[in-house]
């Protein structure tokens, strides 16, 4: 069973797929921090993010691996934890530069499909291309959005001291970066079935999730 969740930054992605891999015995990956690791790497090894040729030279440098445990899911790159290290501002103002550049997109997607093969109990991935790119024969595509404002509200209570309106202006411009992109854009697949979270808490929409995969599972 593979299960693809896409959506811009602040749906729920990342917390919703954990829940819903956690509960159903499915293993989990993080697309997004995939692209946040490559992009570390990037930054730390001095390279010019402003030049997409340069990039293009070194994507294929880093070892990443992700492990895909949904309760404690890893990231390394070239052995080095990078968790923590991938979630600063620094790295988020920088990764839909170095993720727009087509080498490092073919590169990861590589990983991501090698990753979703070997899940042997299947596997929810998330990320901003998965069901209509990345894995465009899944099982299931769902697509979550919510309102501006609500991801802001969420985004910025995760990056503790952060302000909603400077969180919502970066976002509205992430959105535009990501579903502007050439290579693999941000979209919603013609098959996902959508699920507007702004009004929902966390628990309404992992159990909607759940059950969408049940009854897609049922109907085997």
């Not at 593979?2 to 990956?29: C, E, F, M, N, R």
């Not at 997409?52 to 294929?60: H, M």
């Not at 090698?114 to 595509?141: F, H, M, W, Y």
């Amino acid at each position: 069973m593979i299960v693809a969740i896409d959506g811009p930054s602040g749906t729920g992605k990342s917390s919703t797929s954990k829940a819903v891999a956690a509960q159903l015995g499915l293993s989990y990956l993080d697309t997004g921090a995939q692209y946040r690791a490559i992009t570390w790497w990037m930054v730390n090894n001095g390279i010019d993010i402003d030049d997409p040729a340069a990039i293009a030279a070194a994507a294929g440098k880093p070892e990443i691996v992700s492990g895909t445990d949904p309760q404690a899911p890893t990231i390394t790159v070239d052995g080095v934890d990078v968790a923590g290290p991938i979630r600063t501002q620094e790295v988020t103002s920088k990764v839909s530069a170095v993720s727009a550049v087509p080498e490092v997109r073919a590169r990861i997607t590589e990983l991501q499909r090698s990753i979703a093969a070997s899940a042997k109990d299947g596997v929810v991935v998330e990320g901003r291309d998965i069901g209509t790119t990345v894995l465009p024969d899944a099982d299931l595509k769902i697509f979550l959005t919510a309102s501006a404002e609500a991801r802001a509200a969420r985004r910025s209570g995760e990056l503790k001291g952060a302000d909603v309106h400077s969180t919502r202006e970066a976002l509205i411009k992430r959105d535009a970066a990501d579903s502007s992109r050439k290579t693999s854009p941000l979209a919603k697949a013609d098959d996902a079935v959508e699920v507007d979270t702004t009004e929902l808490t966390l628990a309404q929409v992992i159990e909607c999730v759940v059950t969408l995969v049940e009854e897609k599972r049922a109907g085997k």
